[in-house]
C-alpha cells in the first residue's frame, strides 16, 4: 500500500439504518489509481461510499482522507430541471471554484444539449450531465455509486475516458458497478468483509 | 454563495418555482376577510394589524417545506453538503432566498393590503417597519423547521405544528408594534423585541439547522 494515498481506509466499519453493514474494510488508494467496488445489492457499497464521502459517520476504523478532496456521484444527479444544461453545470463549478465548464460539456458530448432545459434530457443525457459535475468540481478523488445506470455503451465508453483522463491527471476514483468499463482498476469484493448481524444478545448494543 | 442565491432565485422565478404563492395568498387573505367580517371601517380597522400580520405569517408558512424538499429530493442537497460551502452557510441562504421571495415581496406588498382592511394611515408605516423587521426571522426559523423535517415525506404537516409555536412571539410583536403605532403608544418596543428576535434567529439557527440536516442526511 502507498504511503501517500489520497485516500486510507483503516478498519472501516459502517451501519446502514442502525444494522451493522461492513467491518474491516481496509484499502488505500494513491494518485492514478481506480477501485472498483463489487459485491451483490445490499452488500454495503453504497453506505461505504457515503461514508468515504463524509455524509455518514463511520462505526469503527477511520477513512483517511482530505474531506475537499473527495468529489461524491450518487443515484441522484442533483439536476434541476428548470435550468439549462450549462447553468446546472456552471452552478457547481462556481461553488466548487473552477469556472471552466467547457472541458465538462465535451467530455460528456454535451455541448450541443448546452442551452437545453435539463428537464427536456433523457435518463441517459441527465447521467452525463451528473457526471459532468465530476469533472467541474476539480476534486482528486472521485466516490462514485453506480456511475453508468442507464447510460449507452457510448456514453459508457465517454465515461470511461473520462476517468482515464481523471487518473492520467493524477485523480484517482472508487466506483461501485456491476460492468466491466476497461479501466485499469484494482477490485474489491465487499462480500467477504460483511458485518455479523447483531444476535439477539446485542439488545444493549441498540441502546448504547 | 452567491452562486447559490442567485440559483436559488432563479429557480423560484422560473416556471414551477412557487415565486408569487405567498404574495397571492396574502392578497386572497386580505381580499376574503372584509367579505367575511363585512366592510365597515369600525370593525375592520381595529383587527386589520392582526389580519395583516396573521396572513403574512401563514403566507411564509405556505412554502416553508419547499426549502430543503426539492433539493433533497433530486439529490441536490446530499451534494451541497459534500461541497465546499459549510452547512451553515447552505441553511443562511436557503433562509435568506426565502426571505427575498416571500418576506420581502410581503412587506412590499403589505400597504396595499393595508387600504384593503381599513388600516389607519398612521399604521402603515410601522406595518411595513414591523414586517420588514419580523418577517426573516419566520424565513430563519422556516428554514430550521424545514431541515429538521427534511426527510419525511409529506412532511409538511409536522413543519408548520412545529413552527407555529415558534413564530408565536414574532406575530405578537410583530401585530403589537402596528396597534401601539396606530393608537401612538410607543410602538418602538415590541419593535425592538421583534429585531432581538431576528438577530437571535439569524445569529442560533444556522448552526441549528446544519446540526440537523447533518443528522437527517445519514
Redesign the interface.
Known amino acids: 500500500m502507498s504511503g501517500d494515498g489520497l485516500l486510507t481506509l483503516r478498519d472501516v466499519a459502517v451501519a446502514r439504518g442502525g444494522l451493522p453493514v461492513l467491518a474491516g474494510v481496509s484499502f488505500a488508494i494513491a494518485p492514478g489509481e481506480a477501485l472498483v467496488l463489487r459485491g451483490p445489492n445490499g452488500s454495503g457499497k453504497t453506505t461505504l461510499l457515503r461514508a468515504i464521502a463524509g455524509l455518514q459517520p463511520v462505526d469503527a476504523g477511520a477513512i483517511e482522507a482530505d474531506p475537499d478532496a473527495i468529489a461524491y456521484a450518487a443515484h441522484a444527479d442533483g439536476i434541476k430541471g428548470t435550468l439549462t444544461v450549462a447553468e446546472n453545470l456552471s452552478f457547481w463549478a462556481g461553488l466548487f471554484g473552477t469556472d471552466d465548464i467547457s472541458r465538462a460539456l465535451s467530455a460528456f458530448n454535451l455541448v450541443d444539449l448546452a442551452d437545453r432545459p435539463a428537464q427536456a434530457l433523457s435518463a441517459g443525457q441527465k447521467r452525463r450531465l451528473g457526471l459532468s459535475r465530476l469533472i467541474v468540481t476539480g476534486r482528486p478523488v472521485w466516490a462514485l455509486d453506480e456511475p453508468t445506470v442507464s447510460l449507452d455503451r457510448a456514453s459508457v465508453g465517454l465515461f470511461a475516458d473520462a476517468v482515464r483522463g481523471h487518473m492520467e491527471m493524477g485523480g484517482a476514483a472508487v466506483m461501485a458497478t456491476h460492468i466491466d468499463l476497461g479501466i485499469d482498476a484494482r477490485e474489491l469484493d465487499l462480500t467477504g468483509y460483511r458485518a455479523a448481524l447483531p444476535t439477539s444478545g446485542a439488545f444493549d448494543e441498540a441502546f448504547q | 454563495m452567491i452562486?447559490?442565491l442567485t440559483?436559488d432565485l432563479?429557480?423560484a422565478i422560473?416556471?414551477?418555482?412557487g415565486f408569487g404563492l405567498a404574495v397571492a395568498f396574502f392578497l386572497i387573505v386580505s381580499i376574503l376577510v372584509p367579505f367575511g367580517v363585512g366592510p365597515d371601517r369600525a370593525t375592520l380597522a381595529p383587527v386589520a394589524a392582526g389580519i395583516l400580520w396573521v396572513g403574512a405569517l401563514l403566507a411564509c408558512l405556505l412554502s416553508l417545506d419547499r426549502i430543503f424538499a426539492t433539493?433533497h429530493?433530486?439529490?441536490?442537497?446530499?451534494?451541497?453538503?459534500?461541497?465546499?460551502?459549510p452547512l451553515e452557510a447552505l441553511v443562511a441562504v436557503k433562509a435568506l432566498a426565502h426571505w427575498l421571495t416571500t418576506g420581502l415581496p410581503l412587506t412590499l406588498a403589505a400597504p396595499l393590503f393595508g387600504v384593503f382592511l381599513s388600516l389607519p394611515p398612521s399604521g402603515m408605516p410601522w406595518l411595513i417597519a414591523s414586517l420588514a423587521i419580523g418577517t426573516p426571522a419566520l424565513s430563519m426559523i422556516g428554514a430550521f423547521g424545514a431541515a429538521l423535517t427534511v426527510g419525511l415525506k409529506r412532511g409538511g404537516l409536522l413543519l408548520s405544528i412545529l413552527v407555529l409555536p415558534l413564530y408565536v412571539p414574532t406575530l405578537i410583536f410583530g401585530a403589537d408594534t402596528v396597534r401601539r403605532g396606530i393608537e401612538d403608544l410607543g410602538p418602538m418596543t415590541p419593535l425592538t423585541l421583534l429585531a432581538g428576535i431576528t438577530l437571535g434567529a439569524i445569529a442560533l439557527l444556522p448552526f441549528a439547522g446544519a446540526g440537523v440536516l447533518r443528522v437527517n442526511?445519514?
Open positions: 452562486r447559490l440559483r432563479r429557480l422560473r416556471a414551477g418555482g433539493d429530493e433530486d439529490g441536490s442537497l446530499e451534494l451541497l453538503a459534500t461541497s465546499p460551502v442526511l445519514r
